[in-house]
């Protein structure tokens, strides 16, 4: 369990405590981050998911606390954690499948209204993900998985976020469009801005992050730097396999 006070994280949570019922899905979690990327790897049903969907307001933790920007939001509305620059890209990445490519970023505007800078974060969009600018009038629910899921980034670089959570960026993709979206986060994080990533492709979300945690049955059991956990002969056998 980690916990720390300083002041120049972003996000702080403290004693996490989560059900399904009877079921203690995040069992007295502890973390923080600042202006960083950071990895949460761990096993299927370990409660990577759960835990970004409380963070997020969508869930209600019953113990603890969760600080962003040094306010307390355990017991706020999605909607209102969203709008203070928390967005979260939940599994398979959802877009409106009806609205155009183009609607869909327009969506990511909604808060911050139509300034004179949505023209130049759109132009930014259209710079990370070229196949977005050629499909732009194309309806959103035509796009593969691996376009989708750029699309679901792309809404949220138009909303400005101050911290972007990642579900599973990966899943369902081919080994190149993989490589791609990784590329994409990439650019991102070197943008500066922060990233919360959960996901089961642990080779590749370490490679990406400055830091990890391994998450398992709803307890954090290691942290570490990516190189530390990426050397770490318990997280090779159990989650990274040996590259050929």
Known sequence: MEKTTNNSHILQVDDLKVRYGAIEAISGVSFGMGRETVAIIGPNGAGKTTLLTTISGILRPVYGTIRYMDKRIEQDPPEKIYRAGLVHITERGKVFSRMSVYENLLMGANGRGRDKDLVSDLDRVFELFPILKSRRGQSAGTLSGGEQQMLALGRAV???????????????????????????????????????????????????????????????????????????????????????
């Open 158 to 244: 138009i909303s400005r976020p101050r911290l972007l959570m990642l579900d599973e960026p990966s899943l369902g993709l081919s080994p190149l469009l993989v490589q791609h979206i990784f590329e994409y986060v990439r650019v991102l994080a070197q943008d500066g801005l922060p990233i919360l990533l959960v996901e089961q492709n642990a080779r590749q979300a370490l490679r990406v992050a400055q830091r990890g945690y391994v998450i398992n049955s709803g307890k954090l059991i290691l942290s570490g730097t990516s190189e530390e956990l990426m050397s770490n002969s318990g997280v090779i056998e159990a989650y990274l396999g040996h590259e050929e």
